[in-house]
């Protein structure tokens, strides 16, 4: 098999480590705070600082990478004989896959004897993150390109994203929920149920009444979904709220005897829309 390179984006908020483990080149997003025009890459910034200037009252805002940005990351590659592979950040929510699509469309022509695969994930956050593990086993097993991504697009549904939120204002900021629901809602401790459907897209599915029922909320879910209750992986995320995630961790043991492979923190570019206090897991389910 002709050597390769695998790419992904920063917002598979996977920690480089493991990234590293699997043998996985991530191309950094970019954000800025809207009161500065600088621009920071996701790995620029320390994230419980991002955290912070959340909560002071900063907002802040993502851009995709654009088509130049990668064929800078894939020319290379291709020009010392090595073939990519780039799974992509959800096109439900970003133009990112878009771009890189474009990228590979100029560039094939000047390497016909190179293979250029790019693949929409329909995940985003650490569900990205875990398709992008599951993949490398594939890759590693002998699989070609083509047969990983075969197989990366075969698991897409199956990769369960179930979320919760602690300030309901950075939903309404992306359009997600009225000013009217997150003011009543925050008024009386409202939190929301969130899932990533079979469109790569983030979706409201119910609201319980506080905090701990919302955590309690994501692991029935879990019950409820997983393909295989008794193997994992599990992964959670979090923003900048790690008693939570490990409130979450604890109850996935409890109620299931599973550990949780990776905790996490979710990365600014995510983070920028879903805000301080965001809680996710990630699973594989027979159905999103």
């Given at each position: 098999?002709?050597?390769?390179?695998?790419?992904?984006?920063?917002?598979?908020?996977?920690?480089?480590?493991?990234?590293?483990?699997?043998?996985?080149?991530?191309?950094?997003?970019?954000?800025?705070?809207?009161?500065?025009?600088?621009?920071?890459?996701?790995?620029?910034?320390?994230?419980?600082?991002?955290?912070?200037?959340?909560?002071?009252?900063?907002?802040?805002?993502?851009?995709?990478?654009?088509?130049?940005?990668?064929?800078?990351?894939?020319e290379p590659e291709l020009k010392e004989g090595r073939d990519v592979m780039y799974?992509?950040?959800?096109?439900?929510?970003?133009?990112?896959?878009?771009?890189?699509?474009?990228?590979?469309?100029?560039?094939?022509?000047?390497?016909?004897?190179?293979?250029?695969?790019?693949?929409?994930?329909?995940?985003?956050?650490?569900?990205?993150?875990?398709?992008?593990?599951?993949?490398?086993?594939?890759?590693?097993?002998?699989?070609?390109?083509?047969?990983?991504?075969?197989?990366?697009?075969?698991?897409?549904?199956?990769?369960?994203?179930?979320?919760?939120?602690?300030?309901?204002?950075?939903?309404?900021?992306?359009?997600?929920?009225?000013?009217?629901?997150?003011?009543?809602?925050?008024?009386?401790?409202?939190?929301?149920?969130?899932?990533?459907?079979?469109?790569?897209?983030?979706?409201?599915?119910?609201?319980?009444?506080?905090?701990?029922?919302?955590?309690?909320?994501?692991?029935?879910?879990?019950?409820?979904?997983?393909?295989?209750?008794?193997?994992?992986?599990?992964?959670?995320?979090?923003?900048?709220?790690?008693?939570?995630?490990?409130?979450?961790?604890?109850?996935?043991?409890?109620?299931?005897?599973?550990?949780?492979?990776?905790?996490?923190?979710?990365?600014?570019?995510?983070?920028?829309?879903?805000?301080?206090?965001?809680?996710?897991?990630?699973?594989?389910?027979?159905?999103?």
């Amino acid at each position: 098999m002709n050597a390769y390179t695998f790419f992904v984006d920063s917002s598979c908020d996977t920690p480089k480590e493991y990234l590293d483990t699997w043998g996985v080149k991530s191309i950094d997003l970019t954000f800025r705070f809207v009161d500065s025009s600088e621009e920071y890459r996701n790995s620029e910034i320390d994230v419980k600082e991002f955290y912070e200037k959340l909560r002071s009252g900063r907002d802040a805002k993502t851009s995709a990478v654009n088509v130049e940005a990668f064929k800078r990351a894939f020319e290379p590659e291709l020009k010392e004989g090595r073939d990519v592979m780039y799974l992509a950040f959800s096109s439900g929510l970003s133009t990112t896959f878009n771009s890189a699509r474009l990228a590979a469309l100029e560039l094939s022509p000047a390497y016909p004897d190179r293979k250029i695969v790019v693949v929409d994930s329909l995940c985003a956050s650490t569900g990205y993150g875990m398709l992008v593990y599951l993949t490398t086993k594939k890759l590693s097993e002998g699989a070609s390109l083509e047969e990983a991504a075969e197989y990366a697009e075969s698991m897409r549904p199956h990769m369960c994203h179930w979320f919760t939120v602690d300030d309901l204002n950075f939903l309404k900021r992306g359009g997600r929920v009225s000013a009217v629901a997150a003011f009543v809602g925050t008024a009386i401790g409202i939190k929301p149920v969130l899932y990533m459907n079979d469109e790569g897209k983030l979706l409201s599915r119910f609201n319980v009444r506080g905090r701990k029922k919302a955590i309690k909320a994501l692991a029935e879910k879990m019950g409820e979904l997983a393909l295989d209750i008794t193997t994992g992986p599990v992964y959670i995320c979090h923003g900048d709220c790690e008693d939570d995630a490990n409130t979450l961790a604890g109850h996935i043991k409890d109620m299931y005897g599973l550990d949780v492979e990776i905790i996490t923190y979710t990365g600014p570019v995510i983070g920028s829309h879903s805000g301080p206090g965001t809680l996710a897991l990630f699973f594989i389910g027979k159905e999103r």
